[in-house]
């Protein structure tokens, strides 16, 4: 464990990142949950251009030539890669959900409750200036819980759909059009959220612009951790085991 806290602060020190010795930080994700986070990115990422790269012009392809040639036989083996790559994580990531402390932990907090409606019709309220205060929010609220819901049920789709492309011979042709169909605008439509909702939610709000460490540390500090989940601290707070649990110093 102690190598694992050595590398992360020395990653971070890389990205400029300087660690306070007075503060306390709060665990957001642990080691597993940022490699896993990361692996899934990169795939994400090149699958992304490997596959939108289809859209290009048949004859700006051809204009290429030979080169074009060889750029999209390697496209095509890129993009399988990566996508072998997203299942074989996101099949760990259930493992790790069932049989990892940790991972089950993650998973009963981040498992919908009623709170999560009242949360969202309350904050909704304070963005209309109908309340005074926001939600005091858990460790996961309800923002978090729907993209991590979608997130389950796009790369499920995008993994069966992808598949069935990927051994076409075995299949009819309206089979292979529904799951191209699906599979290309799955594809749309998962860009699209990241652009428009994780990357703002996440990276580019004003108090985190231009962009938020904590996918490389880990963690938050105290003052941040009381803004975002001051209901979550509270429970960190009174409770000895979740201090050992999710407070680093």
Known sequence: MGNKETTVEEVAAGFGIEWAEDKLYFVRLNFSERVQHMIFVISFVVLVITGFMIKIPE???????????IVFYYRS????IAGVIMILVSIYHLYYLIFKPAGRLWLKDMMPKVKDLTDMIGNIRYYLGLAENHPEFDRFCYKHKLEYGALFAGTT???VTGVLMWTEHLWYKFILDIATLVHGMEAILACLAIMVWHLYEVHLRPHKFPIDNMWITGVIDEDEMKEEFPLHYKKI??????????IKK
């Open 59 to 69: 004859d700006i392809v051809v204009k290429l030539g030979e080169t074009g040639q």
């Open 77 to 80: 083996i890129m993009h399988r």
């Open 157 to 159: 789709l995008m993994a």
């Open 237 to 246: 707070m009174n409770d000895p085991e979740l201090k050992k649990i999710y």
